[in-house]
Nanobody, 124 residues
Framework: QVQLVESGGGLVQTGGSLRLSCAAS????????TGWFRQAPGKEREFVAG????????LYADPVKGRFTVSRENAKNTVTLQMNSLKSEDTAVYYC?????????????????WGQGTQVTVSS
């Protein structure tokens, strides 16, 4: 069982940066693939970035490539999403998710554990 808690969301102007953190409970978190997803009002939840258990595989959605960076510190049970050059279309609730088996995948239905989400609002 893994519990996930996101933090770091907020209001930022276009072009600004935010750093989201996902803190996990459980000693086995280092074995979990972790993904970041986002959901804007009226839209489906979409994949943003994912990182494998030991960071051997990292995947980004096309809209965030070159702007977002995902990383993890297994010793601290933390996964971080650094978001730079933010745009208004990045406004959404951001979720951290984890899955034990398999690699980094983009479908939210493949992830077993979810955080409560953190709001990111980018104003122009």
């Amino acid at each position: 069982q893994v519990q996930l808690v996101e933090s770091g969301g907020g209001l930022v102007q276009t072009g600004g940066s935010l750093r989201l953190s996902c803190a996990a409970s459980g000693r086995t978190f280092r074995s979990y693939v972790t993904g970041w997803f986002r959901q804007a009002p009226g839209k489906e939840r979409e994949f943003v970035a994912g990182i494998s258990a030991y960071a051997g595989t990292i995947l980004y959605a096309d809209p965030v490539k070159g702007r977002f960076t995902v990383s993890r510190e297994n010793a601290k049970n933390t996964v971080t999403l650094q978001m730079n050059s933010l745009k208004s279309e990045d406004t959404a609730v951001y979720y951290c998710a984890a899955r034990l088996n398999g690699g980094v995948v983009t479908g939210p239905q493949s992830y077993d554990y979810w955080g409560q989400g953190t709001q990111v609002t980018v104003s122009s």
